[in-house]
């Protein structure tokens, strides 16, 4: 493709991607088709010829929106968000151009150096203490997956990936029920294993870890011969936005010596507001704290960043280094994929700066109270309905609720979320709290208004009542 066709259709995608935009909110928000439906209009085989890109443009208007869910939409509110402000597209696009591979500083300087400098940034907004450092991920699982390699290593006197774990007694790790299946993931990859994650009961409002049930639990695994490694505490729960008691949790994690990992991949974003961060009082005293930006902030889907207190112990863990990657005659410089799992790095910094300098810290404060507001206002609206009862009150902008019903409630609050999400008009996901299934509303897509929350109550409350 020469320079003047790659000119002509970048410009085509890009008026494609804003009239997407601007016309979203006429399209059912998640998709409407049925499995099989996609696939049968793809080809068999695979082109043996080059085709124009006017066909293969026109073959993706007709056959990929369609098969969209819209995460984009500002009546989403399944799940949590994966926003895209379009500042951080912006800047995505221009790292989709340049297309370098950002594993070592040599291999691109200023993505390294954007990056430091944009984490740093991120970690003041949070109001986190100037030990931290931090690196940017793909993912959370990514994150807590590489927190868990070094509370590991830690634990076996960094002899895990020397030795093997059938060297060792088995180190354990410790959560409560209410923690991401990225961390049963993170503990199954380091070869830890699920019998070896020990669930810490919760109690209280927040549903969050008992941190006495902790120290005993270490105790006693310490007394059978196990080897203590870290805890994983959350905060802001995936299911009902639980919130562990981070001070008291990091208190018992320092007297036993553990590695404390922090799970904020949602919650995080709203710690740029000042009057939220008593959810995770206590955090300067983690080793490690992941956010998404790629959630509630708004940069484009894929940004995780993970705070570190002591790089250094990272780098142990995760640094090879053949000769082919070495960097002779740079000493002292961050390679940051000796900070991470991958080796190829994608330049994700570019969208956090874009995103930051055009809205503003006070610019996504404003949103994110905006989403906790209105959230509490559809929450308290359906609490006053004598046919609707909240199952679990919100954590930010998440809460979960249920239709009363005289037959069976699971099957009727599932059939009500299928009748709710076939009628297009919003998107809400279930989940299933003390064993029983409830609808989760959260509040977070970034075009999101008032009028978007109250139309959330009308298409609930009818949808439920037509379904009697
Ligand atoms: N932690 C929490 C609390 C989450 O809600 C999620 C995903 O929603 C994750 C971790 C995993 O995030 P990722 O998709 O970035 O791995």
Redesign the pocket.
């Known amino acids: 493709m020469d320079a003047e066709e790659f000119r002509h259709w970048s410009h085509k995608a890009a008026d494609w991607g804003a009239d997407y935009r601007e016309t979203l909110r006429n399209r059912p928000v998640r998709a409407q088709t049925r499995p099989g439906d996609i696939i049968r209009q793809l080809g068999e085989t695979p082109p043996e010829a080059g085709e124009s890109m006017e066909t293969i443009f026109a073959d993706f208007e007709r056959i990929v929106p369609d098969g969209l869910t819209h995460w984009q939409h500002p009546r989403f509110f399944a799940?949590?968000p994966a926003n895209a402000a379009p500042a951080s597209v912006i800047a995505d696009y221009l790292v989709t151009s340049i297309a370098a591979q950002c594993m070592l500083w040599q291999t691109s300087p200023v993505a390294t150096e954007m990056e430091t400098r944009v984490v740093d940034w991120l970690r003041q907004a949070m109001g986190l203490p100037d030990s931290f450092s931090g690196v940017i991920h793909d993912?959370?699982?990514?994150a807590?997956l590489a927190a868990v390699l070094v509370m590991r290593e830690k634990a076996l006197g960094w002899k895990g990936n020397s030795d093997g774990l059938a060297a060792h007694a088995p180190v354990r790790v410790y959560a409560s029920k209410q923690v991401?299946t990225?961390i049963d993931r993170a503990i199954w990859i380091s070869g830890i294993g699920e019998a070896n994650l020990v669930r810490i009961p919760t109690k209280g409002p927040l549903n969050g870890m008992d941190p006495e049930a902790l120290d005993a639990a270490i105790q006693a695994d310490r007394e059978a011969g196990f080897i203590p490694a870290g805890v994983i505490a959350?905060t802001?729960?995936?299911s009902i936005g639980a919130c562990d008691p981070i001070d008291a949790v990091a208190e018992v994690v320092r007297r036993h010596g553990l590695y404390l990992h922090v799970?904020a991949?949602?919650a995080g974003s709203a710690m740029i507001c000042p009057e939220f961060r008593t959810l995770w009082q206590g955090v300067d005293a983690a080793d490690s704290v992941v956010f998404?930006p790629?959630?509630w902030l708004g940069a484009q889907f894929?940004c995780?960043v993970q705070f570190i207190r002591n790089p250094a112990e990272q780098v142990q863990t995760l640094a090879i280094q053949p000769e082919y990657l070495k960097t002779h005659g740079h000493d002292g410089i961050i390679n940051y994929s000796e900070w991470s799992v991958p080796l190829g790095r994608r330049f994700r910094a570019l969208k956090i700066w874009f995103l930051l300098r055009y809205h503003g810290l006070e610019g996504l404060r404003t949103m994110i109270r905006n989403h906790v507001t209105w959230s509490a206002e559809l929450c308290e609206r359906l609490a006053a309905e004598p046919d609707f009862e909240i199952v679990s009150q919100p954590v930010l902008s998440l809460f979960s609720f249920r239709h009363k019903s005289s037959g069976d409630a699971d099957q009727h609050t599932i059939a009500l979320v299928n009748a709710i999400n076939d009628d297009g008009r919003i998107y809400l996901t279930q989940t299933r709290v003390d064993g029983r299934i409830a609808i989760r509303f959260q509040a977070g897509q970034s075009e999101m208004t008032r009028e978007d929350a109250l139309a959330a109550f009308d298409v609930i409350t009818e949808v439920a009542r037509k379904m009697g």
């Open positions: 799940y949590f993912s959370a699982s990514t807590t991401h990225s959350c802001g729960g995936t799970d991949a949602w998404n790629h959630k894929d995780s």
